[in-house]
């Protein structure tokens, strides 16, 4: 039982006298609200309202803000629930939604607002514009509890709500790949319909610079266009890139404020700066104008540090400050290799002079300057937690920290503003699961349950220095994420959870009670064409190989992260459905069969798409690339795909940049003949900076290089050791295929590329074992 259900259970009248924080009283066994994020206080009442294309919008206040968040709900719930509201003409309140801006309203915290159903009529109130746009957020969740169209009856209830934190954000990177105008604004109205404040717009970088600056056109001639490796051939652009104009941007900048998001425009300084070097190399450090960068990861080169390289900053950051009225600019400072700096005179001359002892002080130095330029114009800087390095740090400067924690705790001990972003707890570019059909994304998993679970005050900051941490915020980084399709898949609904960590009261936290709420989310998105990904609820079909290898006969085990809702399955090949057998217990099956399984909602709804697996003998001894390991020593890891602009979705490929070396899991052997392996080219375009020295070399015997395959251990027994073909001619996708000797019982195969590191990556697309005739 909920601790809703108990509560209304329970005579408990002392708790029915006031209001509660979310999990509160209730006065009948409905079902709670399926409200995301949800709110800081929640009464449930006897009765209800029904609102039908009958029922009147009044606006007791008539001032252009209150009728826009009119408009935005009447829009909102007529596109998802087919329900058409009108703002009354009369002002008649009876039996009304009302919307009111009242000084007077009930909550007084800033962007907070009251909300009551009564079976006379709904009423919203709030003191500011966002809390009045915030309190018709939620009664759109209430207009749509479910995914019927038309009239809907609205639960009598009390709300009181109000942020935990000011800053809600989410980062979206635009530079490594960009997005459409109308991409972006469809991201930012998901944003704002879970009460999120903060899109951090990341628009320059070294793959490319996507903002307007019409004092220095160069920019977007030049640095917002890449040459893509392989252009032109297997579906690669033969140029890639694209740029926002300054007219569209403040389309973008109008609509989020018209949403009560403000956007925080990102330009790197002074590392990440290739595209800025490319487009005029005097504010780079060596003169020399390098290509727009192809290659994800960290490149070396960074801007200058005399004066007219300041000239340069300080007139774009002119363009920006008067395309974003954002109190914060975010000038990065994340990333910056100091190579450069180092190896030049000019730079050392520089750092002699102004008594820096080394180039870390010198990036503080250089952040400084900024940070006093953004001072004069009234705004504050923001960048990633290595602003912290030196000693000229302006002290209205926030800290954004990404390198776990550690830099938040130290702004905020230092007295600084913190925005808590840390990899990989918060990096939306991680995969939120492990199952074969993930998108691409950087491994290890961070689940839609670890965000919901994060903790955004450190233990070790006193109430003091916590009120020094102004929120949270996830990221998007889109190297791997090569369009809309891929970002949506990635953030939604880990978005969701972020939310409500951003939004609500840290005691309302309650996963099993999140879980419960997020169909009806679900059903919203699916009405608004979002692309969510499905891998809380997706399900993972279990067998044991070996044992099915030998006895012809396979226990399926069947199980998905959440735990949530009912999983039903078929062996008859049909689609899955709840008329389907449910799971309850791991189940006995005769090799050949096929599982296909799926999960469901109490109502019935899908939470997951089918999900089959095949067991008989082949595909027992067939196995994906990205099911097979990391050797031992490195566990570094990315899901790619073909090629690195790539507009599918799959295929996907599992590939370790530092060590082309792979497991497959132990296996019975006997009666195994041959390897066939399903082979991709890649191309290699990875910056690593200083950790290029991990990458390993090994010897190759053939020109182009082999995929060796060893007994047991990486160091063991050659088996089978096949030539790569010439990628010069050979086509992109290849196969391999060699004889195995006899083994007996159980082994491991590690299988190694050994084509050499200044070429192509190659990956593994499939590996099958062929048993003899």
């Not at 330029?373 to 400067?397: Q, S, T």
């Not at 399926?556 to 689609?575: A, M, P, R, W």
């Amino acid at each position: 039982m909920n601790r809703l259900a108990l509560l209304s259970r329970c005579a408990c009248l002392l708790l029915a006298l006031v209001l509660l924080p979310a999990q509160a009283a209730r006065a009948d066994d409905a079902t709670p609200p399926s409200l995301i994020p949800l709110p800081a206080q929640l009464e449930l009442q006897h009765g209800g309202f029904t609102v039908d294309a009958h029922t009147p919008v009044v606006l007791a206040s008539h001032d252009d803000a209150t009728k826009q968040t009119a408009d935005y709900l009447i829009d909102l719930v007529a596109r998802t629930r087919d329900l058409h509201l009108r703002v009354a003409t009369d002002g008649k309140a009876a039996h009304a939604i009302m919307l009111q801006r009242d000084p007077h309203a009930p909550v007084a915290q800033a962007e907070g607002y009251a909300l009551d159903v009564t079976p006379q009529g709904i009423r919203v109130t709030a003191r500011d514009d966002a809390g009045l746009f915030h309190g018709a957020v939620t009664l759109y969740q209430l207009l749509t509890p479910d995914a019927k169209q038309g009239a809907v009856e609205v639960p009598a209830l009390s709300i009181r709500d109000w942020p935990r934190f000011a800053w809600r954000g989410l980062m979206l990177d635009s530079a490594r790949h960009f997005q459409s105008v109308a991409e972006v604004e469809k991201l930012i109205d998901q944003m704002a319909q879970l009460k999120l404040d903060v899109l951090h717009w990341h628009l320059t970088d070294d793959q490319g610079w996507r903002i307007e600056i019409k004092r220095y056109p160069e920019l977007t001639k030049i640095g917002a266009w890449r040459t893509p490796p392989d252009a032109g051939h297997d579906g690669e652009p033969k140029r890639y890139g694209g740029f926002y104009t300054q007219a569209q941007i403040r389309a973008v900048v109008a609509y989020a404020a018209a949403r009560h998001v403000t956007i925080v425009p990102e330009l790197d300084m002074p590392g990440h700066a290739q595209a800025a070097v490319a487009s005029y190399p005097q504010v780079g450090v060596t003169g020399r104008r390098p290509k727009v960068s192809v290659d994800s990861g960290v490149n070396p080169w960074l801007y200058n540090v005399d004066d007219p390289t300041f000239t340069f900053i300080d007139h774009v950051l002119d363009e920006v400050m008067a395309l974003f009225p954002s109190t914060y600019i975010h000038v990065g400072g994340d990333e910056a290799i100091k190579d450069q700096w180092q190896a030049s005179p000019a730079v050392q001359a520089k750092m002699r002079a102004l008594g820096i002892s080394n180039e870390d002080a010198l990036q503080g130095w250089f952040i400084g300057r900024v940070g006093q330029y953004l001072d004069k114009h009234g705004r504050k800087l923001i960048g990633w937690d290595e602003i912290l390095e030196g000693d000229n740090l302006p002290a209205d400067a926030t800290v954004m920290s990404w390198r776990g924690i550690d830099g938040a705790i130290k702004a905020a001990l230092l007295g600084h503003d913190v925005v808590m972003s840390p990899a990989p707890d918060l990096y939306f570019d991680h995969v939120q699961g492990d199952l074969a059909d993930e998108y691409s994304g950087r491994l290890g998993v961070e689940s839609l349950k670890d965000v919901y679970g994060f903790r955004a005050l450190p233990d070790v900051l006193n109430a003091t220095q916590a009120k020094h941490v102004l929120g949270v915020q996830a990221n998007v980084w889109t190297e791997h994420l090569p369009t809309m399709a891929h970002v949506e898949h990635a953030v939604f609904p880990r978005l969701d959870a972020l939310s409500e960590v951003a939004w609500s009261p840290a005691t309302t936290n309650d996963w099993p009670g999140f879980l419960a709420r997020l169909p009806a989310q679900l059903a919203r998105y699916r009405a608004q064409h979002v692309a969510y990904a499905d891998s809380a609820f997706a399900v993972d079909i279990a067998a044991d190989r070996n044992v099915a290898l030998a006895t012809d006969k396979a226990t399926v085990t069947l199980s998905d992260q959440s735990g949530f809702g009912d999983i039903h399955y078929t062996l008859d090949g049909s689609t899955p459905s709840p008329a389907s057998p449910r799971y309850d217990a791991p189940f006995n099956v005769s090799l050949p069969t096929t599982v296909r399984a799926a999960s469901f909602a109490a109502d019935g709804s899908a939470l997951s798409a089918p999900r089959e697996r095949v067991l008989d003998r082949a595909a027992l001894l067939s196995l994906p690339g990205t099911a097979l390991a990391n050797c031992p020593g490195s566990d570094f890891r990315l899901r790619v795909q073909p090629m690195p602009d790539a507009t599918s979705t799959q295929p996907v490929y599992a590939v370790n940049v530092f060590d082309t070396c792979q497991l497959f899991p132990p296996t019975l052997m006997d009666g195994i003949a041959a390897i066939h392996v399903d082979a991709v080219r890649l191309p290699r375009n990875f910056a690593l900076a200083h950790e290029q020295k991990l990458v390993v070399s090994r010897p190759h015997r053939t020109p182009f290089g082999e995929l060796v395959v060893h007994a047991d251990r990486c160091d063991g027994p050659v088996l089978a050791s096949m030539p790569l073909p010439d990628p010069a001619h050979a086509p992109r996708q290849f196969q391999l295929d060699a004889k195995l000797p006899a083994q007996a019982g159980e082994h491991s195969l590690c299988l190694i590329y050994t084509a050499p590191v200044d070429g192509p990556l190659y990956a593994l697309g499939r590996v099958s074992l062929q048993a003899r005739p």
